[in-house]
């Protein structure tokens, strides 16, 4: 299995509009694009003019050619009306040669990941993904100890978490074609579901499980979370995402 993370900042504002573009446009598109399992809008619950598109994909091969295809493109165009514009001015000059500044709209960011760890679960359906909750942990993982991370994920986490009341769906991807990443996302019927696993003596345990392969940094600030002396925010340090989905459907394989 494979997937696509479209990141995209938008106007909070035009949310609304964002999911009806998504639910009438995208997902009619992707249903009938041969191997796209399912198809999502996730909005970040700490960032709200932060969302992703996640889509799930038979192989990296259906993927990519749905990335080079005039749908894809035609979506992107569409999804335009949408996007922010950041805080970042540009001068050029008018076509009467007169100089201007224009706002540098940020675009979206497209990350693909190869998936190496997954649950059984199913999502089945437009109406129930429309509730779901999707947390993403970004590792900080130490040189050389990847094999182990994943080892450890694949035999301990996913089969952990197969037990966990309200967790659909865990994935352990590696981006692909860029920087090395590794990422967790898990799918949860709802924020609480998440918040109680986060807060278990399973998720400790799990951490525990990991510790040795984190690096040093992350580690260290683990101790010091037990005291309660605040973060410390770095390039290295490992981060958690938190995603409600506000649209989604899973397609029947192609």
């Known amino acids: 299995m494979f997937m696509r993370l479209l990141q995209m900042k938008i106007e909070p504002a035009k949310m609304p509009d964002l999911r009806a573009y998504y639910d009438d446009r995208v997902i009619p598109a992707l249903k009938g ?7 999502g809008l996730i909005q ?6 932060e969302c992703l598109s996640m889509t799930l994909w038979n192989s990296q091969e259906d993927a990519e050619a749905y990335g080079k295809s005039e749908t894809f493109n035609a979506l992107i165009e569409e999804a335009r009306a949408f996007l922010a514009e950041s805080s970042e001015w540009k001068v050029q000059l008018s076509k009467d040669f007169t100089l201007e500044t224009v706002p540098v709209v940020d675009e979206p960011t497209l990350t693909s ?26 590792p900080s993982v130490r040189e050389g100890q990847d094999a182990e991370f994943r080892r450890i994920y694949a035999e301990k986490v996913v089969p952990a978490l197969k037990t966990v009341k309200g967790c659909r769906y865990a994935f352990l991807s590696e981006a692909t074609g860029g920087p090395h990443e590794l990422l967790s996302i898990t799918i949860w019927d709802s924020p609480s579901a998440a918040a109680d696993y986060e807060e278990s003596e399973l998720f400790q345990n799990i951490t525990l499980a990991m510790k040795h392969t984190f690096t040093e940094l992350f580690q260290w600030k683990m101790g010091l979370e037990k005291n309660q002396i605040k973060n410390v925010v770095t390039s290295d340090d490992s981060s958690v995402e938190h995603y409600n989905v506000v649209s989604g459907a899973r397609f029947s394989s192609h």
């Open 33 to 39: 694009t041969h191997g796209c399992i399912f198809a």
């Open 44 to 49: 970040s619950n700490e960032h709200h003019g």
């Open 113 to 138: 990941y190869a998936l190496t760890s997954v649950t059984q679960d199913e999502i089945t359906g437009s109406a129930p993904a429309q509730s779901l909750y999707v947390r993403v942990v970004n």
